[in-house]
């Protein structure tokens, strides 16, 4: 997934609704697990001495006991009721000869039956019991198979709120003429829209069947044909084993550009000629990575653009990325999300982390990665500006109050919800580290090391403590000298970043740095030719360098020069806007209401509705603009503001500006 870019608070799960049935009801949640080797304290490195078992507190699966090996989806979508409803079939792998049950994962399901496949083939009815609803975990759902069947089937509907689908009336698509629908299943929004094992512990291949109006285009994180007929009768298999993160669905008024032979973008008519041009580099992506890193394992790589309600910039869902059209600003500035969720073809879909608690497995390595892409492509000087802008952020949010949370190995326990993680951590930090062990190692010997971790773990999920002993026995006893096991402890299990860290100068920022400075000491504008030249990256370190403040005739002066207010590079905006609200700017509200009410990607939208929510006035607008915005939301989207505006409205908030 592309870096969030905020504490990941799903406070969109409270407003779900608690749904009980099945033989019996019981509130019930996973004890957490005791403090273990699983994560060394933040006040040492002292790492475990072997690697521990792996719990995931986010699951109420079992997989010790069973495991799912495959799932096979029929499913129909009916845009009217705003529902999946169909079966999901479990081929088992009973791994615990004396285990009974199959306990699975669900969120705000009715489940209408279960049935057991006998010796004989035929099917017959299981008891079930599915406990009341934990407002971040959802239901368990326990099944009792005393026979331990092959196979287990389960009839079901989603709901029309359910955490991981979003449904979009016609107006809030780019065509404006038919609904859309698709899913967002990271961290553990699957479970939301099939009963699953939902944790990365367990991998599993799926097929579908699914039907829907004959309009709309079905495509899953799957074999997408793209010359198939859009006919409402879709079929579809992935043979490589994924976690349920993976699980995709999306349905609308779609078709097909191509930019290579195995690579294309799928959007809607009015957009997937902007966006296949935009994208047009992405074989050029492939083969680097593939360079760098082994064979691209997945087949097809296609991109689907999304409407502007996808709360994130892109997920890695393999075969198909799903990406938000923010990112087409018609000068390839912001590619570097399609290098993002095309690294993650392999750190996260090949090798996964094991659970939440080592996120930066997943998405600190595919930063790196990505950025290595950008350098062989756009050139070193790209590739440094982005890790200024991503490193700056990180010391914006780190703090004393969420060291806990600075670790790369989080402690068992810390994360309450899995989506509480800090961006900056698993991104940057865990980028960072990947930096500081090419710097010391050596770059062609790292990427062989990369290399091989990959080959060694594909199609495996596993914890820090795994990456950590690999990287021992590949790395640091390979190269000795060059990087301790303190060194490396060091970035796993203490919160901050360590004074090792490699730094990175960008002699282009340093221009725009002294352009600030001047303008801000005595009104002189940069030169237009200067300025002409700039990219996105530059303009956003210029915002982004201003102090907390400015006066409005500066506000103003800027706006006249630069169009800011009103931009359609969002990347700009999500900048210029909070400094807008901070300066009592309010010449800009109309714009900014306008943004907020079209794009509805968190990174982009929370940082304004954050600025606003500090003065009477402000909270007034925002309430007011949400009040419009909330019904092209995501849901992940939605609990974010109502949470922000929830808690400005239990807060002293600060005088207007004059």
Known sequence: MRHPNAVLTMTALALATTLALGACKRTETPAAPAASATAASA??????????????????AQPDKVRTTDLALDLAVDFDKKTLSGTSTYTLDWIDPAATQLVLDTRDLTIA??????????????????????????????????????????????????SGLQWLEPSMTAGKQQPFMFSQSQQIHARSWVPLQDTPMVRFTYSAHVTAPKNAMVLMSADNDPKAARDGDYTFKMPQKIPSYLLAIAAGDLVFQPITGNAGVWAEPSVVKSAAKEFDDTGKMISTAEGLYG????????ILVLPPSFPYGGMENPRLTFATPTVIVGDKSLV???????????????????????????????????NRIVEALYGKERADMERVIARNELKGEFNDSNKALQQLAVKPGTLHDPDDNLSSTVYTKGAW???????????????????????????????????????????????????????????????????????????????????R??????????????????????????????????NTKQLAELDAAYKFTGTPNAEIA??????AVRSGYTQANDAIAAFLEKIGRRKLIMPTYNALVKTPEGLKLAEAVFAKAKPGYHPITTGSVQGVIDAAKAAPQEAPKQ
């Open 433 to 515: 580290f990947m930096q500081f062990l090419e710097d010391r190692i050596g770059r062609k010997d790292f990427d062989a090391f990369l290399r091989g971790y990959f080959d060694h773990f594909a199609f495996q999920s596993i914890s820090s403590e795994q990456f950590r002993e690999y990287a021992k026995a590949n790395l640091l006893d390979k190269y000795p000298g060059k990087v301790t096991q303190d060194e490396f402890d060091a970035w796993l299990y203490q919160p901050g970043v360590p004074t090792t860290a490699p730094q990175v100068a960008s002699p282009r920022f340093d221009a725009v740095d002294a352009s």
């Open 574 to 579: 999500q900048r210029w806007y909070p400094l």
């Open 336 to 370: 570097s999300l399609v290098a993002h969720e095309l690294a993650h073809s392999w750190s996260g879909n090949l090798v996964t982390f094991s659970t939440a608690k080592d996120a930066w497995l997943n998405e600190g390595v595919t930063s790196y990665v990505e």
């Open 295 to 302: 064979p691209y394992r997945w087949g097809r790589y296609d």
């Open 43 to 60: 006040a040492t490195t002292q790492a475990p001495a072997q690697v521990a078992a792996v719990n995931d507190e986010h699951s109420y």
């Open 517 to 550: 400075k001047a303008w801000l000491e005595d009104g002189t504008l940069p030169a237009k030719d200067a300025t002409a030249k700039w990219t996105t990256q530059e303009w956003v370190h210029f915002i982004e360098g201003m102090p907390e403040t400015l």
């Open 113 to 162: 039956k279960i049935e057991g496949q006998g010796a004989d083939g035929q099917w017959a009815p299981l008891q079930f019991a599915l406990a009341e609803a934990d407002k971040t975990l959802g239901s368990k759902l326990t099944i009792e198979t005393p026979n331990r069947p092959k196979q287990v089937r389960i009839t079901y509907t989603t709901s029309p709120n359910a």
